[in-house]
């Protein structure tokens, strides 16, 4: 028959307490327990631990069940949107869910905004049979399986359906990929309210701020708030066409799974979280979304209601959204950091701006350099500044949508271009925008003038010296050649010190 010292140390074994394990047979409470109540516990205790590895267990087989299961029904895509860059983005997810059958319908919808178009003489299809007359835009890219005017020379998958029908386009999807001019996206918005399912989620590809008198917002929140859906965000280091031909380079997707959508954890290992990830707090359980305020927005917080996505969907995990964007040539980071993505797409286009300017005067590397070490600090103060922990540093200084993408905007990248070619002209960077871009928009300058407004309202126009110059070249008040006068923080410093 077991003594008293050795019941008490099964109760200690069964219950895993160390704190308890440590006591031994002179212990008062061991010596003042009766042998039989010390008993009692212990196969209370036992019975209990038995029932708690059979529930963990049984919770091990549905989650392995699930992950195993073939589920009823298939992702459908839509990208809405169909510039440059948007054509882009809609090859690689056609090519993806091609690939990805058990995930993904394989018919990728794509809006276009309508047009009539008519193909250049110089083009591959000049001997088309419809060559010589304008025709419409959607016609050409599903006969020809290319968009001649946007993203010319570059094959699309046949699964890519150009659709002039916006509320046709996104019926049924339940992935949205926001990939237009920002400018537009409020409108479309607005048109797309009661057409989308309930459940659906989103990535933006948009690379701006949305500000307005009530401060400044980001894209992914202005679309999940206005159409009450879940929107991640997709920014890095990716000129349109070197993508769409194939040149290797990398992006980064935030995409934090809402925890009513969660059927697996997130893989071990993935960076950020919250509070440090998404702008959404998504740590509710029962469908309830508390948004924060928009940056320096006097309201109070706000709740946004999510439908879950229905289980007979594969989960939106970062494995298969993975698969809806990685290909060989295009390499996928996932976090969670939706602010810091969206906010490094956006301002770098300000930073781009500036370093056309500087290089269209023929001041060469180091000028430039200087411009993008203080753009990539003055991204990360804005991001500190006015989103808090929401924002890690370390997607600006780490990932492809911060220091990556400010390089390659300040190399080549559309708004540097026009700026510096409207530096070496002597003309004005809007009718260089019309000459270069084919009917298409600047990030860069409607950002300058957007963020700018927010800082004077916020009466932080000096704590972003370079932002601030930028807004001043546009405006005629400066000239590009005074860019290093307004930056220049050691004079101010040293003027400071007397």
Known sequence: MANRNDVWMIICLTSKCTLLTSLTSSSNIVRTRPLSTL????ETLASSCVRQRRSRQARFDIRRMTSLAVHSKKHKVCIVGSGNWGTTIAKVVAENTNEHGDIFEPEVQMWVFE???????????????????TQKLTELINTL?????????????????????????????TILVFNLPHQFIGRICDQLKGKIVPYARGISCIKGLEVSDSGCQLFSDSIGAKLGIYCGALSGANIATEVAQEKFSETTVAYEPPTMDSQQPTPAGTPGGSPHGSHLDLTQLDGEVKRQPRAG?????????????????????????TKLFHRPYFHVHLINDVV????????????????????????????????????????????????????????????????????????????????KM??????????????????????????????????????????????????????????????????????????QMG
């Open 340 to 419: 810091g993505v969206s906010l490094g797409g956006a301002l770098k286009n300000i930073v781009a701006l500036a370093a056309g300017f500087v290089d269209g005067l023929g001041w060469g590397d180091n000028a430039k350099a200087a411009v993008m070490r203080v753009g990539i600090v003055e991204e990360v103060k804005f991001g500190k500044t006015f989103f808090g922990d929401s924002v890690r540093t370390a997607t600006f200084t780490e990932e492809s949508c911060g220091v990556a993408d400010l390089i390659t905007s300040c190399s080549g990248g559309r708004n540097f271009r026009c700026a």
């Open 39 to 42: 008993t009692k516990a212990a």
């Open 297 to 321: 927005g006097k309201q109070g917080d706000r709740k946004q209601r999510l439908m879950a996505l229905p289980t007979e969907y594969p989960p939106l995990s970062h494995k298969n959204m």
């Open 115 to 133: 047009e009539e178009y008519e193909i250049p003489k110089d083009s591959k299809h000049a001997s088309s049979e419809l060559a010589g007359k």
């Open 422 to 495: 409207a530096v070496q002209e002597g003309k004005n960077i809007d009718d260089i925008e019309k000459r270069e871009l084919n009917g298409q928009k600047l990030q860069g300058t409607s950002t300058a003038y957007e963020v700018h407004s927010f800082l004077k309202a916020e009466g932080k126009e000096d704590e972003f010296p370079l932002f601030t110059a930028v807004w001043r070249v546009l405006e005629g008040e400066k000239q590009p050649h005074d860019i290093p006068d307004m930056i220049n923080t050691t004079a101010k410093i040293l003027n």
């Open 145 to 173: 399986h290319e968009n001649v005017k946007y993203l010319p020379n570059i094959a699309l998958p046949k699964n890519i359906v150009a659709n002039p029908d916006l509320a046709d386009a996104v019926k049924d999807a």
